[in-house]
C-alpha cells in the first residue's frame, strides 16, 4: 500500500479498456483522485457498475474503429469537460490464428 495520493480535481480522462484488469484499476485511482473519466469497453454490464461508481461509462469496440468512430466517442465527453488531459489505452484484443 502507496502513501502517494493524487489530486486530479477538474482533470479528464479516458480510459480504454476500463472494464478489466489495470484498467479497472487505473479508472477506480482516477476516480479516488477526484478526476473526471470516461470509462471505454466493451461489457455493458461492468460498465454500468463503472457509471454508478461515477465514470462516464460509453460501450465501444476499438478493435475495428475508424478514426470518425473515435472522434464521435470521445467528442462528447471533451465538450463536456472542456479538456481531456490524457488517455490510458490498456484495451486487449484477441488476436484469432
Same mark, same amino acid.
Given at each position: 500500500?502507496?502513501?502517494?495520493?493524487?489530486?486530479?480535481?477538474?482533470? $479528464? %480522462?479516458? =480510459?480504454?479498456? *476500463? !472494464?478489466?484488469?489495470?484498467?479497472?484499476?487505473? @479508472?477506480?485511482?482516477?476516480?479516488?483522485?477526484?478526476?473526471?473519466?470516461?470509462?471505454?469497453?466493451?461489457?455493458?454490464?461492468?460498465?454500468?457498475?463503472?457509471?454508478?461508481?461515477?465514470?462516464?461509462?460509453? $460501450? %465501444?469496440? =476499438?478493435?475495428? *474503429? !475508424?478514426?470518425?468512430?473515435?472522434?464521435?466517442? @470521445?467528442?462528447?465527453?471533451?465538450?463536456?469537460?472542456?479538456?481531456?488531459?490524457?488517455?490510458?489505452?490498456?484495451?486487449?484484443?484477441?488476436?484469432?490464428?
Amino acid at each position: 500500500m502507496s502513501d502517494i495520493t493524487f489530486d486530479f480535481t477538474g482533470k $479528464a %480522462f479516458a =480510459v480504454v479498456g *476500463a !472494464t478489466s484488469g489495470i484498467g479497472a484499476q487505473v @479508472l477506480k485511482e482516477l476516480l479516488e483522485a477526484h478526476a473526471h473519466v470516461l470509462a471505454v469497453g466493451r461489457n455493458e454490464e461492468r460498465l454500468a457498475k463503472l457509471e454508478r461508481m461515477g465514470a462516464v461509462a460509453r $460501450a %465501444f469496440d =476499438v478493435s475495428q *474503429a !475508424t478514426t470518425e468512430e473515435w472522434k464521435d466517442l @470521445l467528442d462528447p465527453f471533451v465538450a463536456t469537460q472542456g479538456r481531456l488531459d490524457g488517455v490510458v489505452y490498456t484495451a486487449g484484443i484477441a488476436l484469432q490464428t
